[in-house]
């Protein structure tokens, strides 16, 4: 990921304009006509050959020719010669570029493609970024910068709007603009031959004008960095999302528009999920979204109360909450006397609360005023239909103090609005959005933005909720706890089948796999004839399965393949020998490798499920669980999350199925153990990293029951590792983990942290000094909120990184580093637990870290520490930090180029 130069894009001083005309309806017309009546205060310089002038400005005939290098150029010329105008520009010094000039490649035509490289060939010496090709261009309101040739100026506000369709771009432009919605920009980035959303989120990130950040996706490219980017753009602002191409259909039109690859709409769905994003399906909803998050609603639960003065909007909400999957709230009983007390006798008496037709102002007051200071309610949905016998407006105006944030930073539920009608509820919406009060033409809408809030609540939680070890055994912290030697023996058994030209493990292989990293697998036996059959059910003892051995069937059951129940010797033999015929007969005379012969699974109450492996061409490996058995394609119901997984991230996958509420348990039948289905999710998603062999992987059926799990059947497709696709987030780096014997001879493990360590982390901070938390954390520090303690152990790998000393499971300290999105620099700090000092921890933790940031290949390494911390400034000179005098002079800066050798 980079930002390199996107201020020269988003903040600069002056614009040029390649192609700017005087043409009517030319594109060249409207970008330098939105450029020069904007309101930027800036230079803007038009370059035309043929023109001395655009309107009033002078024009220069070349880019050559302009009085200094601009900052930013936004380039309508044909395709063909933008790369020399990029060449040109990049040797006069400018560094961004917007292109709007389409034909390079959204299409299939190898012309195209060969212009987007030369074009990129041009860029990359002089490090100049380009939006485009193909876009509508770039508006940042709060500058007077519009570059582009949308038809509107919208107002400055405090969302970002970020699209790969021009026709979107404008279109909400339009839409925002008539209802005084602003935007701190709108980036319509079309092709992405350069810059893209992981590019923009990352500058949006950190952008202090940016409060929300909406995006429209056809297509991601660079999965690792877009997951990168959007896992810290939605920990630090609401980000939404509208993604096109969910049918075939819509997705072959979107790779047409935009020359990328789709992928998979249900990867997509999991990876925003991941990512802590809220995906909506319109842009109805998408606007429904940002009344709600962009306004900075927020909620603690999915309890609802709603305020009515009409009895059948009431209900339409009702159903459409429970549609959704929200709760009314059950209104407490003082609530019910204060409601009793305040409002007419034939008032509803519950939730929805239906103050009568005749509401006035004072009334709705009363009722809102009540509902809102209910222990149990999340939100409050207040609904207004137009009556002759009272004032619409007025109810609006009587509840705005109450759905206004309260002062000082209190928290209480947000309310959210739905005045119906049009003329007469138009003075009340203007209101509203003057207050900045959620509102909504329907009630059905307003429910839909309730539940936009539930959700990312839920997405957020997510991000931050702390992983506990399984049940089952499993290290809970993405990687199954399968040794080197274990891994190796299932790749053995990969490596074996493609060195044969095979690309479909026989089932017994699978099952090798499996077995290596802990999945339990029902005990099988091959064989090559019915005769060793009737051997090997004898051996095995009691009722058996056989199934047909061969390289070439997938689906056994399709081909009369599987026999279940039998017992004896007979009864193999004579099954078996059947089988041979209806199979060769079944499956057009396919080889024929032998049978496998296995246990009869006891395991009563079991609920068979499949659990999957697939790699999409995006994202990268996928992990599927959902309803298994041979119905699996017909009950279609599963669901997909991106590895590695950890417990929660493998619950909440099983969460979102429909089998999940019956492994729960119901009526007679006990709940299965669902941390063994998780354990074996887990280990499944570290498979996948290990071995990018592994195409594809089904167990089908998982027995899942109390009493455990047992894979019956599995399936895995392999590859040439050549052939995988990366994963889309940067695994646990478990091959960082060492021994270190300190001054004291105690022997410690260096590790990288990962999300289980917050109950360590907040141990060994709660047994160190507040001096020491102070020297640390710049200020005294009384406690470290679940929060703080879940960002500083749930970090992203690819850009952070942080190393513990552990004794045994006590946590002694802690370095880490957060590069910059250039991967050039990082920000470094070091923590050693008050009473374990003095040993040489903190100096091991910083050599770990120093030579970590070497192997990555940053360029320097750079802190601040306070100067009444003589040690860890006399720890810097040792390691050959140098200081510099930070602005304030209690701080002190010190840094270390890593391309130094150290003495």
Not at 176 to 195: E, K, P, Q, Y
Not at 862 to 870: A, D, F, I, L
Request: hydrophobic share 45%; aromatic share 4%.
């Amino acid at each position: 990921m980079s930002i390199r130069n996107l201020d020269h894009m988003f903040n600069p001083a002056s614009v040029a304009v390649i192609g700017a005309s005087n043409r009517e309806r030319s594109v060249g017309r409207v970008v330098s006509r939105n450029l020069l009546s904007g309101g930027f205060d800036g230079p803007v310089l038009p370059v035309n050959p043929h023109a001395r002038a655009i309107g009033a400005t002078l024009a220069y005939p070349t880019v050559e020719d302009l009085p200094f290098a601009p900052d930013l150029a936004v380039i309508c010329t044909p395709p063909a010669t933008v790369p020399g105008v990029i060449e040109a520009l990049g040797r006069r010094g400018t560094r961004a570029a917007v292109v709007i000039t389409a034909g390079f490649g959204e299409s299939t035509g190898e012309d195209g493609r060969h212009l987007t490289q030369a074009m990129l060939d041009a860029a990359r010496p002089h490090l100049l970024r380009i939006i485009g090709p193909n876009c509508v261009g770039i508006l940042v309101p709060g500058l007077g910068l519009n570059a582009s040739f949308a038809h509107l100026n919208p107002p400055a506000g405090d969302l970002a709007f970020v699209t790969q369709s021009g026709a979107v771009a404008t279109s909400v432009i339009d839409w925002a603009t008539h209802r005084g919605i602003g935007f701190s920009h709108v980036v319509s980035l079309g092709n992405m031959a350069d810059v893209d959303f992981g590019d923009t989120l990352d500058y949006l990130l950190a952008d202090p004008r940016t409060r929300a950040i909406l995006l429209y996706i056809e297509a991601v490219t660079h999965a690792p960095k877009f997951m990168s980017a959007a896992r810290a753009a939605a920990r630090a602002k609401p980000v939404i999302v509208v993604k096109s191409g969910r049918s075939a259909a819509a997705a072959r039109a979107a790779a047409s528009h935009t020359g990328a690859l789709a992928g998979s709409d249900q990867v997509y769905d999991a990876a925003f999920r991941r990512a802590g994003m809220l995906r909506v399906f319109s842009m109805t909803e998408l606007f429904d979204a940002v009344e709600t998050l962009a306004y900075g609603s927020r909620i603690a639960g999915d309890r609802l109360s709603i305020v009515t003065n009409g009895g059948g909007i009431g209900v339409l909400a009702t159903e459409a909450l429970t549609d959704a999957g929200g709760r009314l709230a059950e209104l407490a009983t003082d609530t019910i006397k204060r409601l009793d007390a305040a409002l007419p006798p034939t008032w509803s008496k519950g939730n929805p609360v239906d103050i009568i037709g005749d509401a006035s102002g004072q009334r709705y007051q009363d009722a809102v005023s009540a509902v809102l200071e209910d222990p149990n309610t999340d939100a409050v949905l207040v609904l207004n239909c137009p009556t002759a016998i009272a004032d619409s407006e007025e109810a609006a105006r009587a509840i705005l103090p109450l759905a206004a944030r309260p002062p000082g930073g209190q928290r209480r539920p947000p309310v959210l609005t739905s005045w119906l009608g049009d003329g007469s509820a138009a003075a009340a919406r203007q209101l509203f959005a003057t207050a900045r009060i959620p509102s909504f033409a329907t009630p059905e809408q307003a429910v839909r933005g309730f539940m936009h809030l539930v959700r990312y609540r839920r997405h957020q939680t997510l991000l931050t909720e702390t992983p506990r070890p399984l049940h089952d055994g499993t290290e809970d912290h993405g990687s199954p706890g399968a040794e080197a030697a274990a891994i190796e023996r299932a790749r053995a058994v990969i490596t074996a089948a493609l060195d044969d030209g095979r690309e479909q493990l026989t089932e017994p292989e699978a099952k090798q796999v499996l077995d290596a990293y802990g999945v339990p697998v029902v005990r099988t036996v091959s064989v090559a004839t019915p005769r060793e059959a009737a051997e090997a059910a004898e051996s095995l003892g009691g009722r058996v399965a056989l199934k047909i051995l061969s390289r070439a069937i997938s689906h056994k059951s399709d081909v009369g393949g599987i026999r279940l129940n039998l017992s004896g010797r007979d009864q193999v033999r004579g099954a078996a020998e059947a089988m041979l015929e209806t199979v060769a007969a079944l499956s057009g005379g396919a080889r024929i490798d032998g049978f496998t012969v296995q246990e009869m699974a006891e395991m009563p109450n079991a609920h068979e499920l499949i659990l999957g492996l697939h790699q999409d061409p995006v994202f990268g490996p996928t992990v599927l669980f959902g309803k298994g058995g041979v119905e699996v394609e017909v009950v279609r119901d599963s669901a997909i999350a991106l590895p590695p997984l950890n417990s929660v991230l493998a619950l909440d996958l099983m969460a979102q199925t429909r089998v999940h509420d019956l492994l729960k348990g119901y009526r007679n039948r006990p709940a299965a153990d669902l941390d063994a289905i998780a354990g074996a999710l887990v280990r499944l998603g570290q498979l996948a990293l290990d071995l990018p062999e592994v195409a594809e992987l089904d167990v089908n059926p998982l027995l899942a029951s109390e009493q455990g799990v047992l894979a019956l059947d599995a399936r895995i497709r392999v590859q040439r590792v050549e052939a995988a696709v990366p994963p889309s987030i940067h695994p646990y780096p478990a091959h960082l983990a060492r021994d270190a014997t300190m001054e004291d001879g105690t022997t410690i493990r260096l590790r990288p942290i990962r999300p289980e360590d917050e109950p360590a982390l907040a141990d060994m901070l709660a047994r160190s000094s507040q001096e020491d938390l102070r020297l640390r954390f710049f200020a005294p520090i009384r406690h470290v909120s679940h929060q703080s303690a879940a960002r500083l152990t749930q970090i992203d790998y690819s850009r952070e990184m942080a190393f513990v000393a552990l004794d045994n499971m006590d946590l002694l300290g802690v370095s880490r580093l957060a590069a910059d999105p250039e991967g050039e620099a990082a920000e470094f700090a070091v923590m050693v637990r008050t009473d374990r000092q003095r040993v040489g921890i903190g100096e091991c933790l910083m050599d770990t870290l120093i030579g970590y940031a070497r192997d990555r290949g940053l360029q320097r390494l750079h802190g601040t520490v306070m100067r009444e911390n003589r040690r860890m400034l006399a720890l810097c000179d040792k390691l050959g930090f140098k200081r510099t005098t930070a602005d304030d002079p209690g701080l002190a800066e010190v840094s270390l180029m890593l391309n130094d050798q150290r003495a």
